[in-house]
């Protein structure tokens, strides 16, 4: 019962300190969700409607969300996270060329989407002329079946060095004496470490917030970000997404000037629904093994609130649960009918020229769900990109909706990603810390050797 360090939350962020403490610590690893080889969705596997299962196998279990995800290892200190704001840069670069070395050792695969300057100032030309600014990062794409490979490898070698993983058993709550962690208490009794990691990830972060304020942590509220997933054939930007993969481009609305982005550009792939605490949302992935025609990607609009209301997160379960009433789950809509102020029908999308992957979505109208604001925005930022990828704005276009993503609050932490409670570190996405599989395992690796230096010091 007694241990060194215990990791809470077996995603990305989790293994990686825990591939960092392995040698060193006497280590506990307690996940909620199941093993990898037993996690598996009816609703992926049966093409049903989401059952709920409790825990979700998508957001839970060993690898967390990293497990399904599409695995695109984002090799730049701007995005995927707040990390920038806790070390320095040089020292996050090296950090980050480090993670992906590991990622490399367990089996991702050696190929970089990578431009050189040239194409850089060509592709940022094109983005400044239609008003978009090009975010751009080197991308390793595994794709989903080649993370979980991944994932599985890097538990493999963490039971051999000794590390105790524990699955199917949930953290209830942090124990702590005279602002000191002492340990974890379980669904099956309790665990002490002098030191606790908690990476809970975004399934997580409705217990960690609750947790978080019990013990009196100072947290700071992120934005949420609302928008559609977009899917048209696979050529209208394959002279983009051959070269850098993923596209990011930002744009500030005309209207409200709010932030608008593209994300999780998915060249070949498929939309996905996806259960958010049970809210189904619109996601994306491409397979490592199956291609299919289209490309798809998510067009997010950021909003922070302020006074009297102050809960992106509500509003964005508000947004999405508008989309469940309506639509049983994720609605799909062609542009063409959006513009013209009628729903997709059926009979409609049989006549649309890009075929849907995501077959379960009901046709349905998106005025509907999400408010003006967010609306003018993606039709806006749609127009925009149409400018750098001719076919984007047509009327064959599919919205998917909603997207939403619900970033975590911040948990205040220092630069080795320890709390105010001394002991207890935060990491990962569920502590709003990060947003990507690059940033959770970097965070995960700063909080380990926080834990070995102090240990040591
Ligand atoms: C469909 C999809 C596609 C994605 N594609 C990409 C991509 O291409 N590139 C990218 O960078 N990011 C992608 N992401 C995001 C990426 O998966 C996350 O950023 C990353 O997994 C975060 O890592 P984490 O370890 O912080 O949290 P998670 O991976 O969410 O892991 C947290 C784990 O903690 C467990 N847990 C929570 N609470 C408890 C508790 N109380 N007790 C015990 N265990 C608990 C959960 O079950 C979970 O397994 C995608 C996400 C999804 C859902």
New binding site residues.
């Given amino acids: 019962m007694h241990y060194d360090v215990i990791i809470?939350?077996?995603?990305?962020?989790?293994i990686f300190a825990a591939l960092e403490l392995a040698d060193s610590a006497n280590v506990l690893l307690?996940?909620?969700?199941r093993d990898i080889d037993r996690r598996s969705c009816p609703m992926k596997e049966k093409e049903v409607q989401c059952v709920q299962c409790q825990?979700c196998s998508?957001?839970?279990?060993w690898g967390?969300?990293?497990a399904?995800?599409?695995?695109?290892l984002?090799l730049s200190t701007e995005v995927?996270g707040h990390l920038n704001e806790y070390i320095a840069e040089e020292k996050l670069i090296r950090l980050i060329k480090e993670v992906d070395q590991t990622y490399l050792d367990f089996g991702a695969p050696k190929k970089l989407y990578t431009i050189d300057n040239k194409q850089l100032e060509k592709f940022s030309r094109e983005a400044t002329l239609a008003e978009l600014y090009l975010q751009y990062s080197p991308i390793r794409h595994l794709g989903t079946g080649l993370s979980q490979e991944v994932l599985k490898n890097m538990q493999d070698e963490l039971l051999q060095r000794g590390v105790q993983i524990k699955t199917n058993l949930?953290?209830r709550s942090i124990l702590s004496e005279n602002s000191t962690v002492t340990g974890v208490k379980t669904d099956n009794g309790c665990f002490y470490a002098p030191r606790v990691i908690v990476?809970?990830?975004?399934?997580?972060h409705e217990?960690f917030t609750e947790t978080a304020t019990s013990l009196g942590l100072e947290r700071e509220i992120n934005p949420v970000d609302i928008g559609v997933r977009v899917e048209l054939p696979k050529v209208v930007m394959e002279h983009l997404t051959d070269h850098l993969f993923e596209s990011k481009y930002l744009y500030y609305s005309k209207t409200f000037e709010d932030k608008v982005r593209t994300f999780?550009m998915c060249p070949g792939g498929e939309v996905?629904a996806?259960n958010n605490s049970g809210l189904i949302t619109a996601?994306g992935?491409t397979r490592s093994d199956r291609k299919t025609e289209n490309t798809n990607f998510a067009i997010l609009v950021s909003k922070n609130f302020t006074e009297p209301f102050k809960d992106p997160i509500k509003y964005g379960q508000y947004i999405s649960t508008l989309a469940n009433m309506l639509g049983g789950g994720v609605i799909v809509q062609r542009l063409g009918d959006l513009i013209d102020g009628r729903r997709s029908t059926k009979d409609r999308m049989k006549k649309c020229l890009t075929r849907p992957t995501l077959t379960k979505a009901t046709p349905g109208d998106l005025s509907l769900v999400f408010p003006y604001r967010h609306l003018v925005s993606i039709l806006e930022m749609l127009q925009a990109l149409d400018k750098v990828a001719p076919g984007v704005y047509s009327r064959n276009t599919l919205l998917y909706g909603a997207e939403v993503k619900f970033y975590s609050s911040r948990v205040k932490v220092d630069r080795n990603m320890e709390t105010a409670i001394k002991g207890l570190y935060a990491i990962?996405?569920?502590a709003g810390i990060?947003?990507?599989?690059?940033q959770?395992s970097c965070s995960g690796v700063i909080a380990a050797r926080g834990i070995l230096n102090n240990k040591n010091s």
């Fill in positions: 809470v939350g077996g995603g990305p962020a989790g307690i996940e909620k969700g825990p998508i957001t839970c279990g967390g969300a990293g399904f995800s599409d695995g695109k984002t995927g949930t953290v990476a809970p990830g975004r399934e997580g217990w999780c996905v996806e996601n992935h990962g996405d569920g990060t947003r990507g599989l690059m959770a």
